[in-house]
């Protein structure tokens, strides 16, 4: 009997345009990189679930941006902006509700930003709004407090930075605030990106330098005064060749920034900042989905960032998938929802931390919830769990497979789901794909449970295998085996 060989299991995603040569699908799973000696260096571990925690409606509800101010949750949903508020309990959990506090208008995603008294609510083109900390103080248009607001043309997307609110424009100027006052502006306080003669889309704060992101690159500034002039001076020489192609995929994390983009006369692709460059991280296949969507389907595109036990990830929303990035080893995974008894898009909107948890806007409705990595649902609904591997060959010769192992946490059952199960189906064509054949996990203290399919059939040039999970235990893949036994030509 042929002794098992290991295979691939924690490649990411893949989908190339050929299935043939890869349809690596990884959908609620995540490859780890074990970093010291283990039993398999490269590992799958389940993406975190979500917890109901309050809701500020079910219709017309949506999230539409949120963001923390002094550890306290700001939710922008549907057409108002929302306080989430923390109850506390003696002897009991904590329970969250929420406060409206000001009515925001439009559908689409909003800008914010915050000094730390006033968080800033700008509605791209249309109206910005504040609210002040501690009082009852909401500010639903500025420009009707400072006419100034619009003398440089109409703002669409805001930062803070060195005691200013900053803004970017429609005319290709930017904008900023009195100093610690969003509410004052002066008409002569702007300036221009003129190193490369694009539109500009959006700014973001990095290091405390302004990178101004235009169609075809950005230019960078920082905060230099001298005398009574304007205070933000451009960076000589420090100039990205990649524009940003959808201003709310801008996002900050991990030390860098990340978002999609493009140079002149090239297609998108998701770049991130490394030292005074950027950096294509996506591979192909998403370059393939990318450059599939329309201009505006690829400038609705969003992004979110968050962390747990030392792993990164940022996520990028496209329409009807989610890609998801990790930067501890860069490698791509795909989030989905179960909604309405069908897979979509990670129904996630905004993320934000307060109150010791990590919440979550919803973008289909009112809900709020908090991103648990110990809960195997999403709102009590399955979390569905799917992984193909990469096409296995044997150098064109067929072959057969007595038997194949995945090695799994076993045990994992507990009183709810007395008996998890996994289930493994193939394919040699990257095409078309068997029934399935089910294993056990096993159920509560089987911690020797052995995941083993014999007798798998010939394949003829290659074969690829899928394994869903969809029972709410704990998801964890440790390494694949398999005794392979070729044949001839």
């Known amino acids: 009997m042929p002794e098992p060989i290991a295979l691939p299991i924690a490649n990411g995603y893949y989908m190339s345009d050929s299935p043939v040569i890869s349809a690596q699908q990884c959908i609620n799973w995540y490859p780890n990189i074990v970093s010291i000696p283990a039993l398999s260096q490269e590992t799958l571990f389940g993406t975190a679930g979500a917890i109901l925690r309050t809701t500020t409606g079910i219709l017309n509800q949506q999230n539409r941006g949120a963001l923390s101010m002094r550890g306290i949750a700001y939710f922008v949903n549907g057409d108002a902006l929302y306080r989430l508020n923390r109850v506390v309990n003696i002897g009991l959990p904590d329970t969250f509700t929420t406060t409206s506090l000001g009515a925001i208008e439009g559908t689409g995603r909003v800008s914010m930003a915050t000094n730390g008294t006033q968080l800033f609510i700008m509605v791209p083109g249309g109206k910005g709004s504040i609210w002040v900390e501690g009082t009852t103080t909401f500010t639903p248009d500025i420009n009707a407090v400072d006419s100034d607001f619009t003398a440089n043309g109409n703002p669409q997307y805001v930062v803070f930075v060195d005691g200013y609110f900053l803004l970017t424009t429609d005319t290709r100027k930017f904008i900023i605030s009195a100093l610690n006052d969003g509410l004052a502006y002066n008409a002569l306080d702007f300036g221009t990106a003129e190193a490369d003669p694009d539109d500009i889309v959006a700014p973001i704060v990095y290091k405390n330098q302004v990178f101004i992101m235009g169609t075809d690159g950005a230019e960078v500034f920082q905060n230099q005064p001298a005398g009574a002039g304007f205070p933000f001076q451009r960076i000589e020489g420090f100039i990205l060749d990649k524009g940003l192609s959808s201003p709310f995929s801008l996002i900050l994390g991990d030390n860098t920034f990340r978002y999609v983009g493009s140079g002149k006369n090239e297609a998108p692709s998701i770049y991130e900042l490394q030292g005074n460059k ?92 908090e991103l648990n990595e110990d809960t195997y649902t999403e709102y009590g609904d399955t979390i569905y769990r799917q992984v193909d591997t990469m096409p296995f060959a044997a150098n064109g010769n067929s072959f057969s497979v007595s038997s194949m192992e995945l090695t799994v946490e076993s045990g994992v059952g507990d009183f709810t789901t007395t008996n998890p199960l996994m289930r493994m189906s193939r394919s040699i064509d990257s095409k078309t794909i068997t029934d399935e054949l089910t294993k056990s996990m096993g159920k509560i203290g089987e911690y020797s449970k052995r995941l083993i399919w014999k007798r798998l059939g010939r394949a003829k040039r290659f074969e690829m295998f899928r394994f869903i999970m969809t029972d709410p235990v704990k998801p964890v893949i440790i390494k694949l085996q398999a005794r392979i036994r070729a044949g001839t030509r």
């Open 278 to 369: 950027v950096v294509k991280i996506s591979n192909t296949a998403i370059d393939s989905v990318l450059q599939d969507l329309t201009d505006t389907e690829v400038s609705n595109i969003f992004a979110g960032h968050y962390g747990f036990n030392g792993q990164y990830f940022t996520h990028f929303t496209l329409p009807g998938e989610v890609f998801e990035y990790n930067s501890i080893s860069q490698r791509w995974h795909q989030r989905r929802s179960s909604i309405g008894g069908a897979l979509d898009a990670w129904r996630a909107s905004s993320l934000v931390t307060a109150y010791g948890k990590l919440w979550i806007g919803d973008r289909i409705d009112g809900r709020i919830g």
